[in-house]
């Protein structure tokens, strides 16, 4: 008998790899989903059983599931969620997530994702033990413990992550997908997409870019949070997620506003890395 939660994931990925292919991702990219679907309608066992025993290293023993795919099938059988699906449906709510976590309420999430960018739960995570949480007001040795520990149970973790920070993309391949994506987006050629939240009519308003830089893949479109909306920032933010060899992760570029760098694109929490690439911009004309 087919076990429900298989087919359930399966049918996700299978709408995942839908939607890429509607927004012109690579095939290689689009049929990974598919077999990952494959594997986990033909499995015999309920893959949550198989997350619970052996976590991640045992899903990517299973044919055609590598780190990536297998992170967010965890994630799936962990939360009931699948945050590549909510971003290529337009749903994603990055907010709304941190204000989930036990000490984060709605105004101290706005916080974390305005000032410092942080946008996900595992940035939160990372955040939490590399000591940037701590520089941020309302958060105490208490309320961070409290938070170290609920993402320890939301994540799946069995330790700590390393201190040593992540392997980043450099600023000028994150502007370069930027001004990709922006050209396009106003130019008409993009797919676009109609989000469910903040878009009572439905309309199919936001554009999205699926792009790639050497193995770096990238998925581009304009912020669809509260913030922005509340802002007037939704066609300046913009989102990229991009692969990496530690899963997906994701920044936003907006429109310095002021300060030496007003008017230029700028990495949200990487200002001086951007500052330093217009300067040798200038330096090498």
């Known amino acids: 008998m ?52 052996g976590g991640v290293e045992a899903l990517q023993e299973l044919p055609g599931i590598g780190l990536g795919l297998a992170r967010s099938i965890r994630q799936f059988v962990l939360t009931g969620r699948l945050s590549t699906l909510e971003r290529l449906r337009g749903e994603s709510d990055p907010i709304a997530a941190l204000a989930s976590v036990s000490g984060i309420g709605a105004r101290l999430a706005e916080r974390l994702h305005s000032e410092m960018g942080i946008s996900t739960l595992e940035e939160l995570e990372a955040a939490a033990h590399d000591g940037r949480l701590a520089k941020v007001g309302g958060f105490g040795k208490k309320r961070i413990a409290g938070v170290k520990e609920s993402l320890a149970t939301r994540l799946g973790r069995m330790r700590q992550p390393e201190s040593k920070p992540s392997k980043m993309p450099p600023v000028s391949e994150i502007l370069d997908v930027d001004l990709e994506y922006r050209r396009k987006a106003g130019a008409g050629r993009l797919r676009k997409i109609a989000p469910k939240r903040f878009n009572p009519t439905s309309k199919a308003w936001l ?8 193995k770096r893949r990238y998925t581009a479109l304009f912020s669809n949070t509260a913030l922005a909306h509340k802002l007037g920032k939704t066609h300046d933010w913009v989102v990229l ?45």
Do not use: H
Not at 15 to 36: H, M, P, W
Not at 248 to 265: D, F
């Open 2 to 53: 087919t076990n429900t939660i298989n087919t359930e994931i399966a049918a996700r990925l299978n709408e995942v790899a839908s939607l890429l292919d509607e927004q012109g991702a690579n095939k290689f990219r689009i049929r990974a989903y598919q077999r990952a679907a494959e594997t986990l309608k033909n499995l015999k066992r309920p893959v949550d059983k198989v997350v619970k025993t």
């Open 207 to 214: 554009p999205v870019l699926q792009t790639k830089r050497g």
């Open 241 to 285: 997620y991009y692969t990496s060899g530690e899963g997906e992760k994701q920044c936003t570029v907006v429109t310095a506003k002021q300060g030496p760098l007003a008017g230029s694109r700028v990495v949200r929490g990487r200002e001086k890395e951007s500052a330093a690439f217009y300067t040798s911009e200038q330096g090498g004309k």
